[in-house]
């Protein structure tokens, strides 16, 4: 029953869950690994802020583009019968996995506003950084408050159906 009502029934509501993690993950998951790299300075922060939409566009398309191959990785890791906590931490597990590889270099080419071969040749350094933030930031604040809008919106609906 969790996985019917804490996760999207259709394409719309697929939208607006995406639409919810990743504005929540980008703003906060983006100005933290700057600030990591570079200081905790409010000059930082606010440098981090500006680059946050192009961030947050690349995001959605790689949300988009790895999809698929996270429920993959997901259904090879679980089994029939699990719950629904396990199959949701494993698919975060999977989808962090998939995106922070991506992104720990496309977020610096966007940061940086150059393609350079740093932000390869600097990857098994910042890439474990990097990782435990998004999944500990997925884990713990986007996923759930995105579940949490979930279950909302189709108590709501199911309510209206039940009285109509």
């Not at 610096?108 to 500990?136: C, E, M, Q, V």
Request: with cysteine; glycine share 4%.
């Amino acid at each position: 029953m969790e996985f019917h009502n804490k996760l999207p029934r259709g394409k719309r509501e697929f939208a607006l869950f995406i639409a919810i993690v990743s504005i929540l993950s980008v703003n906060i998951i983006a100005p933290l690994i700057t600030c990591f790299e570079f200081g905790f300075r409010l000059a930082v922060w606010a440098g981090a802020l500006k680059m946050i939409p192009f961030i947050w566009l690349s995001v959605v398309a790689l949300v988009l583009l790895t999809y698929k191959p996270a429920e993959w990785l997901t259904r090879k890791a679980v089994r029939e019968g699990d719950s629904f906590r396990a199959v949701v931490t494993i698919n975060i597990l999977c989808t962090v996995l998939l995106m922070s590889i991506f992104l720990t270099v496309i977020g610096t080419w966007i940061g940086s506003r150059s393609l350079t071969w740093d932000p390869i040749t600097g990857f098994f350094y910042k890439w474990p950084r990097n990782f435990a933030i998004s999944l500990g930031v997925e884990l713990l604040v986007a996923q759930p408050l995105a579940r949490l809008a979930m279950q909302a919106l189709h108590r709501r609906r199911d309510a209206r159906k039940t009285s109509a």
